[in-house]
């Protein structure tokens, strides 16, 4: 079936096929609103949504309560793609020294 992905919300685990279909309404949203999760929480009737990696994989963790953070905010779980702003690479720390 390939990678799971998962949804969490308020702490509890969405059924499989529920959270496959919720990751295809997150991964539409975003293609057109890039950046607005805030948008697609509320599309969606949550307060918050974070991707991030679980330990299974890929995971979007919804809340009804939480404050909703910037995509690839420091403060919030990395975007799922990766990418983000990072420190030196470890070549470049052992130059520095």
């Known amino acids: 079936m390939g990678v799971k992905l998962s949804v969490k919300v308020d702490g509890a685990a969405m059924p499989e096929a529920e959270a496959r279909a919720f990751w295809t309404r997150f991964s539409e949203h975003m293609e057109s609103h890039h ?7 509320k599309a ?5 949504v974070k991707p991030g990696i ?22 919030g779980s990395p975007p799922v793609h990766g990418g983000g702003r990072g ?5 470049q720390k052992r130059r520095r020294r």
């Open 35 to 41: 950046g607005d999760l805030a948008g697609f929480a």
């Open 87 to 91: 420190g030196l690479k470890t070549s």
């Open 54 to 75: 679980g330990t299974e994989g890929p995971e979007l963790v919804l809340s009804r309560t939480g404050v909703q953070v910037p995509y690839g905010s420091k403060t």
């Open 44 to 48: 969606e009737g949550f307060a918050t």
